[in-house]
C-alpha cells in the first residue's frame, strides 16, 4: 500500500467523488440564480388548484387498511421465491419439492389464520 496517506488506486474513485459532489451543488446553485422567483398570493397558497380545502389533508386511516398492506406483501413475497425455484425445479428433484410444500403450507396456515381472525374482510 506504501506509506501515501490516500493509496494511488483509490485516486479516481476520490475524484469522481468530488467532481459527482460539485455538479450535483453547482447545478442546485446556478438553478437558484437562474429560475424566476415571482411570488403571489396565490402561489403560495399550499394547492396551486384554486380549490378552497374544505378539511385537514392529515387524515388517519383504519388500521384495517396497514393490516391488509402487510398481508399483500407478505403473500406478494410468496410469488417472488416461486418463480426461481419454477425455473430449476427439474434440478432439485423430489428434495426441492419438499422444501417448497413446506413452504407452502407454512404460508397457507398463516394465510388461514388471517383469514379467520378477519384480517382480510373489508368493512
Same mark, same amino acid.
Given at each position: 500500500?506504501? $506509506?501515501? %496517506?490516500?493509496?494511488?488506486?483509490? !485516486? #479516481?474513485?476520490?475524484?469522481?467523488?468530488? =467532481?459527482?459532489?460539485?455538479?450535483? &451543488?453547482?447545478?442546485?446553485?446556478?438553478?437558484?440564480?437562474?429560475?424566476? $422567483?415571482? %411570488?403571489?398570493?396565490?402561489?403560495? !397558497? #399550499?394547492?396551486e388548484?384554486?380549490?378552497? =380545502?374544505?378539511?385537514?389533508?392529515? &387524515?388517519?386511516?383504519?388500521?384495517?387498511?396497514?393490516?391488509?398492506?402487510?398481508?399483500?406483501?407478505?403473500?406478494?413475497?410468496?410469488?417472488?421465491?416461486?418463480f426461481?425455484?419454477?425455473?430449476?425445479?427439474?434440478?432439485?428433484?423430489?428434495?426441492?419439492?419438499?422444501?417448497?410444500?413446506v413452504f407452502l403450507?407454512?404460508?397457507?396456515?398463516?394465510?388461514?389464520?388471517?383469514w379467520?381472525?378477519?384480517?382480510?374482510?373489508?368493512?
Amino acid at each position: 500500500m506504501g $506509506s501515501e %496517506p490516500v493509496p494511488f488506486n483509490y !485516486l #479516481p474513485i476520490i475524484i469522481f467523488m468530488v =467532481l459527482g459532489t460539485l455538479f450535483g &451543488v453547482g447545478s442546485l446553485v446556478v438553478g437558484w440564480f437562474i429560475r424566476p $422567483s415571482r %411570488p403571489y398570493r396565490a402561489k403560495l !397558497l #399550499p394547492y396551486e388548484s384554486g380549490a378552497p =380545502l374544505f378539511m385537514d389533508a392529515r &387524515v388517519q386511516f383504519p388500521m384495517r387498511y396497514y393490516i391488509i398492506a402487510m398481508l399483500f406483501v407478505i403473500f406478494d413475497i410468496e410469488v417472488v421465491f416461486l418463480f426461481p425455484w419454477a425455473v430449476v425445479f427439474k434440478k432439485l428433484g423430489l428434495l426441492g419439492l419438499v422444501e417448497m410444500g413446506v413452504f407452502l403450507a407454512i404460508l397457507i396456515v398463516g394465510f388461514w389464520y388471517a383469514w379467520k381472525k378477519g384480517a382480510l374482510d373489508w368493512d
